[in-house]
């Protein structure tokens, strides 16, 4: 049974520029989260999406924004690149009323020059 | 709002000693949930335990075991007899209850995280 996909697993941007990152949930699974993860910090959440609608959202700008698909996977877009935006960026998928059961993926490492 | 301390940034042992990780949370929902993930060099976020705000029972899990505290507001997780393959970074995290119909959960938000460094 297949984990949490992402993709790429590593990618470098020029500023200014957009990227699209690409996730892949637990079979089973139908909500995606997407989290950002500075190099020595623990992950912030960015937003989550169920029912192909963002439900929830963290402290983000409208830069990065989102897209859920019928298949329940999602992708994770990034307008304007900044320096500061290169980071990990975790995927998480779960399931609706089993509780918490977050299975994160092994992240894109997003790099920005 | 919702946050997570983890005052130990990095942590050195030797082999079979045991492990401590300290957690303090900040919430003003009377129902939330608990967690502990561990990161390896991988990066994937691997579950370790979750425990909810009515459960304080301590319980031990293999080598885990956790010390829940709901009036210090802590949730200490110990590794017993740690080996080299518990090296990695572990991350607390908190997720207050969502009240909206359909979810899936709340967001988790995470401390900044304790190195753990196994030494053979």
């Known amino acids: 049974d297949a984990g949490v996909t992402q993709s790429p697993t590593h990618l470098i941007k020029t500023r200014g520029q957009q990227v699209t990152l690409r996730c892949s949930p637990k079979?089973?699974?139908?909500?995606v989260s997407w989290y950002q993860q500075a190099l020595g910090q623990g992950p912030q959440f960015i937003f989550q999406?169920?029912?192909?609608?963002?439900?929830q959202r963290g402290n983000f700008p409208d830069r990065f924004s989102g897209h859920q698909f019928p298949n329940y996977s999602s992708e994770l877009n990034v307008n304007a690149l900044l320096l500061g935006d290169s980071a990990l960026y975790l995927c998480?998928?779960?399931?609706?009323?089993?509780?918490?059961?977050?299975?994160f993926g092994s992240g894109t490492r997003l790099t920005v020059v | 709002a919702q946050k997570v301390t983890q005052a130990q940034t990095e942590i050195s042992v030797v082999e079979k000693e045991d492990v401590t990780l300290d957690c303090v949370y900040e919430?003003?929902?009377?129902?939330?949930?608990l967690f502990w993930y561990k990161q390896p060099p991988s990066g994937e976020l691997v579950f370790l335990i979750r425990?909810?705000?009515?459960?304080?029972q301590n319980e031990i899990s293999g080598r885990y075991s956790w010390n829940f505290q709901k009036s210090t507001s802590s949730f200490n997780f110990t590794i017993t007899a740690s080996q080299v393959v518990d090296s990695a970074v572990y991350f607390c995290?908190?997720?207050?209850?969502?009240?909206?119909?359909?979810?899936?959960?709340?967001?988790?938000?995470f401390g900044g995280g304790t190195r753990v460094l196994v030494k053979p």
């Open positions: 999406y169920y029912e192909e609608e963002e439900r």
């Open positions: 425990r909810n705000s009515f459960d304080e």
């Open positions: 995290a908190l997720s207050e209850r969502f009240y909206m119909i359909k979810a899936a959960g709340n967001k988790l938000t």
């Open positions: 079979s089973g699974h139908d909500t």
């Open positions: 919430t003003r929902d009377t129902t939330y949930y």
């Open positions: 998480a998928s779960s399931r609706t009323g089993t509780g918490y059961g977050y299975t």
